[in-house]
């Protein structure tokens, strides 16, 4: 188990400087230019060629790379061109809704995905099985921001229920109830593509495992059918599931940008638009890499947790 642990610690930080040297370089190639928007268009070249030197944007590239490097290392990700506030303040201030976001999300997916793939494992081909197949594969197939555009017409505009609309996000140390409403929805938008994801892997692993020997066994001394989905299909049908929700995740920690726009929540997502419009290349830089870097830190702790589940992962 700890040699295994240590080969994926080793592949994790051999990825993070891989992807500290994409963001850096591919950042440089959005369009614009920090001078234009800090001094406009009508400033002289040798008050251009005096910021330029003065935020080091004169340097050869591959230097500006090992200073911004060192920088995070000591955790320093900059100080903003534009607002002049430091990028970590920024990043410290949004990343609390994202987790939120997600922490809700996953609740919810998990309470409604496992108790219908049990459903439908426990009589496969009936008529709740072919619903919730079909229900799941329309569902999967529609867009996020199709379901945030459909939901705020209909709960927010048509049932008038408070706190669901646009700019209604009201902070968790304001008032946690008022909180939880205004991220209901777009809780609800990224739970509904996870529950669809989750409830047909685990549907499909727990029919194959109530196949198994020792179920029948276990049906054979008497044990009710719901005791054996609990305590003796689920966990075994679990490494999938695991797996999967681990991509799922680190996916809705980069996808859940477009929700937070379309709603006005300021978050990571509605951050790095407004950054990347603005060409503040610092924000833009430390959002991607902190938010690659969560990407690989949450793969590696559902990696770590399979293990758990099923210890001859990390024997092989």
Do not use: C
């Amino acid at each position: 188990m700890a040699r295994y642990l240590a080969r994926r610690l080793v592949t994790l930080v051999g990825i993070v400087l891989v992807i500290s040297v994409g963001a850096f370089y591919l950042i440089h190639l959005l369009p614009g230019d920090p001078a234009t928007v800090i001094l406009g268009t009508g400033d002289s070249p040798q008050n251009r060629a005096r910021l330029y030197a003065q935020l080091g944007l004169n340097r050869p590239v591959i230097e500006q790379y090992f200073v911004w490097m060192k920088n995070v290392l000591h955790g320093n990700l900059g100080t903003s061109f534009i607002s002049q506030v430091p990028v970590w303040t920024t990043i410290r201030a949004a990343l609390p809704i994202d987790l939120e976001m997600i922490v809700l999300s996953q609740i919810l997916s998990f309470a409604v995905a496992i108790p219908l793939a049990m459903s439908s494992a426990k009589r496969p081909d009936s008529w709740l099985d072919r619903f919730l197949g079909a229900f799941s594969f329309t569902m999967l197939s529609i867009p996020a921001f199709i379901l945030v555009v459909v939901l705020v017409l209909v709960v927010a505009i048509k049932l008038a229920v408070p706190h669901t609309g646009v700019s209604s996000y009201v902070p968790l140390t304001q008032d946690w109830v008022t909180n939880l409403e205004s991220m209901a929805l777009p809780s609800v938008v990224l739970a509904i593509g996870s529950v669809t994801v989750y409830y047909r892997v685990l549907r499909s692993d727990l029919i194959a495992t109530l196949q198994q020997e020792y179920i029948t066994l276990a049906r054979s001394k008497g044990i009710s059918q719901r005791r054996i989905l609990w305590r003796h299909a689920l966990r075994p049908s679990s490494v999938a599931l695991l797996g999967t929700a681990g991509v799922n995740i680190g996916g809705l920690l980069a996808g859940g940008f477009i929700v937070q726009y379309l709603l006005d929540i300021p978050g990571l997502g509605y951050t790095l638009v407004n950054s990347i419009g603005l060409s503040d290349y610092l924000v833009v830089q430390g959002i991607v890499l902190v938010v690659s870097i969560g990407v690989i830190v949450i793969n590696f702790v559902f990696d770590f947790l399979i293990t758990l589940v099923d210890p001859r992962i990390a024997r092989e």
